[in-house]
C-alpha cells in the first residue's frame, strides 16, 4: 500500500512526455471477473500494477450482499455472508449480464435466487428486501473498485477500461457499460480479456505471428489465438466453456469432504462452508505436495495433490479439444505458434499447466500472475486511451459469429464473416422483389447456418417510404457497422431518396460460448444439407421473381400477345409454379430457364414499346 501510493503521486511519473507536475490523467484497467474483480493503473515505473485494499488483497470477491438494513456489503466480508445468506447474497452475477429469466433458470438450475422478469426481458433478482439487476450489482463491485483506486490515485477517475471475454454479445457489452455508468464510470472503452493478456505482456512489441491465450478462471474457460502483424493486434479464434473452472475443481473437494461427513443431504450451510474448504484446500495443493484439513464438526482428513490432480484430470481435459479447435478455427498447429499465455488462478494448478505445455508442446508465459493479467493489461490499454501513453497501437478484436441479414426465401446473406477484425464496417446493396414495393424488412441474424430460421435473430426493422417503382430498380444499401466494443448497429438507406432507417442491435438474450461453439458445430455439420437447403430455397426465390415479373407484364402490356401466346405463357407460368412447389432445386431451375425461353418474345414486344413510350414522350431535342 505504501508504496503504491507513493508511485501514483502525481507529478512524479518518470514520463519524459509528461512534463506538468500530476498532468497524468487517473485512468485504471477493470478486471470485472465472474469470481474475483481487480483494478490496475500504471505505475511511476511505468508498469501497470493492481491496486490493493488496505489489507493488501488486490483481487476483490465479486460477491455482493444486500443487509437487511439496506447495507450493501462487497467482497470478501459478502462471500462470509453467503453461507448464512444465501439469498442475500449474490456471487457469479457476470454469468446474468444481460440474460433473461428463463436463459439463466435453465443454465443455472440450482441459483437459490427468486428471479422476475424486468424491462427489456431482463433478469431481476430478488435479494432479501429489494429486487436488483445484474447491472445494478455489478456497479457495487465496480463502486467498490472505483473507491479503491481514487483513494490511491488521490482524486476522481477520468475512464477506465474494463473487460469482458472475447464471446460477450452485444447485450452482455451493453449490460457491462450500463454497470459502470450507474457506477459513475466513464468507460473508455471495453476490451476483450485474452488482448488485455496479451498486451499485459508486451506481445504486441514482440514477434509476429499467433499467440494462444488460454483462460481458466472461476466458473469460465476462454481460449483465443491472437495474431500479431505489422503491429496490429488480431483476435482471430476465441472458443471456450462458460461453465468449466475452478469452481469445478472446489466440487471435487466439496464431495469428497460431504463423503467423509456421511452426509446425504447437507444443508445449505454446510455445503458451503465445506465449499470454502475446498477452494482453500485446492489453492494451497498447488504449491503443497499434501494438504491436511479440518471439516466443519472436527473432523480432519488429508489429500495429496497426486489424488487431488486424478480427481480434476477430466475436467481439464476437456479444455484440450476446445483449444484444438480454436486453433483449427485459426489455420494453424500449435507447432506455428510464437507463445502461449497463460490466464485465470486456475491456471496456478500444476496439472493445468502440464496439460497445456503438453498439447501445445512448449512452456507456456507464466511470469505474470495469472489472475492479474489482464487487469494489468486493461491499465495499460487505460494508459494509452487516456492520452498518457504516445506509443501507437492499434487494437482489433474479431465477431464470434457471422452477421448476417435474411433475403427472400428464409436465406442468410452474410454481411459481416465470422471473425472478422473490429471495428468494421460492411454495405450491401439489395433491392426491391416486387412492382412497387415501398417497405423493406430488415432481419438481422448472428449464425453461420445457410437458412435464417437456423440462425439467431437479433433484431427486426422495416424500411419505409420506398418511393414505388419497379421491382428490382430501388437500391437499398445495408451498412452493418460494429464499433469497437462489438455493438452491432445496421442502418438501411434508400439511396435515390435518402430514406434511412437504423437501429442498434441490443439482444435480450445473450450466448453462452457452448452455444457459440454449438452453432458452429451445426453449421459444419448441416454444411452439405444447408447448402441444398439454400440452392433450393435460391431457386424456388428465383422462380418466385419470374412469376412475379410476368404476373405484372401481363397485366400491364397482356394486349401485346394474341390468345394463343397468352394460353402458352400462363401454361409456362403454371408450369414453373407447380415446379417450384417441389424439392428439386435443379428442376426448378430448368423450368426457370424454360419460362424464360418461351417468354423472351414477349419481353421483346414489351422492350419495343417502351421504347416508343419514351421517345413519344419527349421532345426531340432530347434525341439531338
Ligand atoms: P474469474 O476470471 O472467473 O473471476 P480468476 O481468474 O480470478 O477467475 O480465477 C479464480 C479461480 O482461480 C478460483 O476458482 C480460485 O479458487 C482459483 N485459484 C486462485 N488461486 C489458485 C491457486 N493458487 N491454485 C489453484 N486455483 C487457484
Ligand atoms: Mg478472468
New binding site residues.
Partial sequence: MEVLLDIMEPGKSPDPHQAVPGARKRVVGIDL????SLVAAIGVEGQPLCIPDEDGRV?LP?VVHYGADGRIITGETARDLAPSHPVETILSVKRYMGRGVEDIRRRHPMIPHVLEEGPGGMVRIVAGERTVSPVEVSSEILKELKSRAEDTLGGPLHGVVITVPAYFDDAQRQATKDAARVAGLEVLRLLNEPTAAALAYGLEKGREGMYAIYDL????FDVSLLKLEKGIFQVRATGGDSAL???D??HWLMARFLGELGEEHPQPGLIQACRKLA?EV??RL??EEEVAYALPGGTTGRVTRDAFEAGIRELARKTLPICRRVLKDGGVGAEELQGVVL????T??PLVRRLVAEFFGREPLTDLD??QVVALGAAHQADLLGGNDTQEMLLLDVTPLSLGIETMGDLVEKIVPRNSPIPTARAQDFTTFKDGQTAMAVHVVQGERELASQCRSLARFELRGIPPMAAGAARIRVTYRVDADGLLTVAAREETTGVEQSIVVQPSYGLTDEEIAGMLQEAMRHGAADMEARLLNEARVEAERVLAAAGSALRDDGDLLNENELKRVKALMLALWETSRGQSAATIDQAVREMDAGTRFFAQRRMDRSLQGAMTGRKVDDFA
Fill in positions: 471477473g465472474t469470481t474475483y483481487a465479486s478462471g472461476g466458473g469460465t473452472g475452478g469452481d475443481f472446489d477452494r485446492k489453492e498447488s504449491d490466464v485465470g488462478g486456475s496456478r494448478v495469472p489472475d
